[in-house]
Structure formats: C-alpha cells, structure tokens
C-alpha cells in the first residue's frame, strides 16, 4: 500500500509565503516525476509544477518565478515553496507521485488527500 500525504497548507495574505510538503510511504522500489496539482472552486484542476527523478522541473506559467519545486529522494518527500501569493492562487492542492511499488513493477501515479491553501487578506 501506497500513501502520499501533503501538509502545510493553510491561510495567508497576499504576498506571504507556504511551503507545501508531500511524503511518499508504504511499498516504494523507486519514485519518478511527482508533482502538484490545484482545483480552485468552479474550475478545472491544473498543473502546477513537476520535477522529476534527476531533478528537471517544469512549472505553470502562472507561478513561473514565484514557485519552486524541490524533493528528498532519500525521505521519498517533495516540496512546493510558494512565495509572492496572490488570492487567484487559492486552491486544493494535490500532490502526485508516479512509482513502482517492486523491481518488476509498472510505474502507477498515486495521489494524496489535498490540501487548502487560501491566500486572502
């Protein structure tokens, strides 16, 4: 079994700062891109950023420059610093991990509960 888990989320005026953090536990051989995605009310679930295995990140063109995305392959964690908030960044965060559970096994992409961020004064 397979659990990611997310913390940090919360309230914070615009302007402030959160780091969201994810952590991977369970049955894991090896992790390869994890993630974050958001769902703001009424809208579709969007991509944040990404970062792979080896480290290469990719990142939504609305956060380009005030997020970063970073992992702990040895802590099978990831980590969403978001800086500069703005109240159109509220959303549920979720994030995702797409792994192998044993050596011979098919990479599948899991994800966790979510988590509210809420950036308003």
């Known amino acids: 079994q397979v659990q990611l888990v997310e913390s940090g989320g919360g309230l914070v005026q615009p302007g402030g700062s959160l780091r969201l953090s994810c952590a991977a536990s369970g049955s894991i051989f090896s992790i390869n891109a994890m993630g974050w995605y958001r769902q703001a009310p009424g809208k579709q679930r969007e991509l944040v950023a990404v970062i792979t295995s080896s480290g290469s990140t990719n990142f939504a063109d609305s956060v380009k420059g005030r997020f970063t995305i970073s992992r702990d392959n040895a802590k099978n964690t990831m980590y969403l610093q978001m800086n500069s908030l703005k109240p159109e960044d509220t959303a549920v965060y979720y994030c995702?991990?797409?792994?192998?559970?044993?050596?011979?096994?098919?990479?599948?992409?899991?994800w966790g509960q979510g988590t509210q961020v809420t950036v308003s004064s």
């Open positions: 995702y991990a797409v792994l192998s559970r044993y050596y011979s096994d098919h990479d599948q992409q899991y």
